[in-house]
Nanobody, 121 residues
Framework: QVQLVESGGGLVQPGGSLKLSCAASGSILRINNMGWYRQAPGKERELVATITSDGSTYYADSVKGRFTIFRENAQNTVYLQMNSLKPEDTAVYYC???????????????WGQGTLVTVSS
């Protein structure tokens, strides 16, 4: 079983920065894609950014140039550096991993518990 632990959320003023982290533990052979999603109140969950095992990244248009996703494979950890935060970035942020656990025949997916980011003055 694989568990994800997220941290780094909080309250920040517009224009400020936060860094989210998501660490995976448990039976992991290899992690493929890692990603961050967010869900604002009353809205559907949306993709924020993803990173592949070879470091290729994708960003939603709304965060391009402000957010950076990166990973430390040795630590099974993915990060989201968020700069120039705006009130519309307020949401619960979730990490997601696609991974091979105890078997190479099955690619699994799992979610973190979510961490709240509030951007407000």
């Amino acid at each position: 079983q694989v568990q994800l632990v997220e941290s780094g959320g909080g309250l920040v003023q517009p224009g400020g920065s936060l860094k989210l982290s998501c660490a995976a533990s448990g039976s992991i052979l290899r992690i493929n894609n890692m990603g961050w999603y967010r869900q604002a109140p009353g809205k559907e969950r949306e993709l924020v950014a993803t990173i592949t095992s070879d470091g290729s990244t994708y960003y939603a248009d709304s965060v391009k140039g402000r957010f950076t996703i990166f990973r430390e494979n040795a630590q099974n950890t993915v990060y989201l550096q968020m700069n120039s935060l705006k009130p519309e970035d307020t949401a619960v942020y979730y990490c997601n991993l696609n991974f091979y656990g105890s078997s190479w025949s099955r690619l699994s997916s799992t979610w973190g518990q979510g961490t709240l980011v509030t951007v407000s003055s």
